[in-house]
Nanobody, 124 residues
Framework: QVQLVESGGGLVQAGGSLGLSCAASARTKTTYVMGWFRQAPGKEREFVAAITRSGTMTYYADSVKGRFTISRDNAKNTVNLQMSSLQPEDTAVYYC?????????????????WGQGTQVTVSS
């Protein structure tokens, strides 16, 4: 069992940058693949980014590739999402996610643990 707590959401203007962080209550290094999902009003939750247990490989949705960067610090049990060139369509609640299977499976939405979410609003 692991609890995930996100932080760092907020309001930013289009073209700006914002960083999100997710703190895990348990050791994640050898146990969980980690990722971020988001859900905009009236839309389904969608995959954003994922990272392997070792942190050596990352995966991104096409819509954020080149703008978002996911990273993890296994010593601190944290995973971060650095977002740049933000656009109004990036407005959503962002959720931290942890999975016990593979990263590829996590990207398909098979998540074992969710955080409570943090709001990101991008104004035009």
């Amino acid at each position: 069992q692991v609890q995930l707590v996100e932080s760092g959401g907020g309001l930013v203007q289009a073209g700006g940058s914002l960083g999100l962080s997710c703190a895990a209550s348990a050791r994640t290094k050898t146990t969980y693949v980690m990722g971020w999902f988001r859900q905009a009003p009236g839309k389904e939750r969608e995959f954003v980014a994922a990272i392997t247990r070792s942190g050596t490989m990352t995966y991104y949705a096409d819509s954020v590739k080149g703008r978002f960067t996911i990273s993890r610090d296994n010593a601190k049990n944290t995973v971060n999402l650095q977002m740049s060139s933000l656009q109004p369509e990036d407005t959503a609640v962002y959720y931290c996610a942890a999975g016990v299977a593979t990263t590829q499976i996590l990207t398909r939405g098979h998540v074992d643990y969710w955080g409570q979410g943090t709001q990101v609003t991008v104004s035009s």
